[in-house]
């Protein structure tokens, strides 16, 4: 195998992606209309599915398609690379937006190390994406319910490489590359641009799939390495994955305030409340609507693709969550939302103690006033 060096990217494309959650939910079709009547889009609005260019039934499918749209913008740079003066948007109806830059790659493989390390948490790409999701949410934004975008983002980027080629002008398979330069792909990956040991080029190597041979996808937390001449199909599924963390960080914080206000309101138990009931109730159902809106976003989320069966791109799925940790997240809000069902559950019985106290007592105050009045008239 040549070294790194001699291998020359033909074709490829680096996607940089930056994931928003917008609100509760999108109307999706509300939202193409939208899209349609106001001329946003550069190619036009719709619907995205999976393209499934290998056998696999039919019903690994997002469910519902999501939305995309692509919009012109003015072409940033990055590492002294121009990316493309168009912008890949994905509306999700879980509220979620995936706004998609692409940077053409050429030139040695090596020079990947290079490009990764411009890439990585590039702060003018990540201006550029707020920059794209207002104007795209200034055309939708009647179609999300309860706007607002959150305080973070997820980035992630997928190094797509088409055609390969070796110092004598063969072509290069994915296998073939990976097997002899391992390091070299895990410091792409992890955007690292010195030497890495053997322990952290296996683990960053760990979750590799391959389909047909010379195919190979390489995931990561930070990237993942593609080639592959028809992987479209694996794309979507990865920047699904990446949306998902998102949400998933997203419903953890929001868990986190719900608790601790559900928490200041179950030990605020002072007498004055039995006179404050009303203001308790709106509180009460405040804390009640948000947990069910986590709710809704968590089954949303976490249904939105269908990927059953033991199908190549049910194993991409299940790698990119499990290099992700989307499985621990979804642990831990599940955790959560259980102990928010038991405090309100505690304060429920909290109030039903506290309101039978209170008739115990007016019925106590009742019997001493007809006693008083007996009296009285003798």
């Avoid at 490489?161 to 590359?177: E, H």
């Avoid at 309100?344 to 006033?369: G, H, P, S, Y």
Wanted: proline content about 4%; some cysteine.
């Amino acid at each position: 195998m040549a070294s790194a060096c001699d291998v020359t990217i033909e074709r490829g494309t680096a996607h940089v992606l930056f994931a928003y959650d917008v609100g509760l939910g999108v109307e999706l079709t509300k939202a193409e209309r939208l899209l349609e009547t106001g001329g946003l889009g550069a190619g036009g609005a719709q619907r995205e599915h999976l393209e499934h260019r290998r056998r696999a039934p039919e019903y690994l499918a997002f469910d519902p398609p999501p939305l995309k749209v692509m919009l012109p913008v003015e072409a940033p740079e990055a590492g002294g690379r121009r990316l493309a003066p168009i912008a890949d948007c994905v509306v999700y109806d879980f509220g979620a937006v995936s706004i998609g830059f692409e940077m053409p790659l050429d030139g040695p493989f090596d020079g990947l190390v290079g490009v990764a390390a411009a890439l990585y948490r590039n702060e003018p790409l990540q201006r550029a994406s707020r920059a794209v999701l207002d104007r795209l949410l200034g055309r939708i934004g009647p179609a999300v319910s309860k706007p607002r975008v959150s305080g973070f983002f997820e980035d992630y980027v997928i190094y797509e490489l088409l055609a390969l080629r070796d110092g004598l002008g063969g072509p290069v398979t994915g296998d073939r590359l990976l097997a002899a330069h391992a390091g070299l792909a895990a410091r792409i990956l992890r955007a690292e641009p010195g030497a890495m040991s053997d322990q952290e080029v296996g683990e960053a190597s760990a979750q590799r799939l391959s389909y047909g041979g010379p195919d190979v996808c390489m995931i990561d937390w930070n990237a993942a390495l593609l080639i592959d001449p028809d992987g479209a199909d694996v794309r979507s599924v990865l920047e699904f994955a990446n949306v998902e963390l998102l949400e998933m960080r997203h419903l953890d914080d929001q868990l986190d305030d719900i608790l601790d206000q559900s928490h200041d309101l179950l030990t605020e138990r002072t007498w004055t409340q039995l006179f404050r009931w009303r203001g308790e109730a709106a509180k009460l159902r405040r804390l009640a609507d948000l947990q069910s809106d986590s709710v809704l976003l968590f089954e949303g989320v976490n249904n939105a693709i269908k990927l059953l069966g033991d199908q190549y791109l049910a194993r991409v799925y299940r790698a990119a969550a499990t290099r992700l940790h989307l499985p621990e997240w979804d642990a831990s809000i599940l955790r959560k939302i259980s102990t928010l069902e038991s405090i309100q559950d505690k304060f429920n019985a909290f109030q039903t103690t506290r309101r039978m106290e209170l008739l115990e007592w007016m019925i106590i105050a009742l019997f001493v006033v007809s006693i008083i009045q007996a009296a009285v008239m003798k």
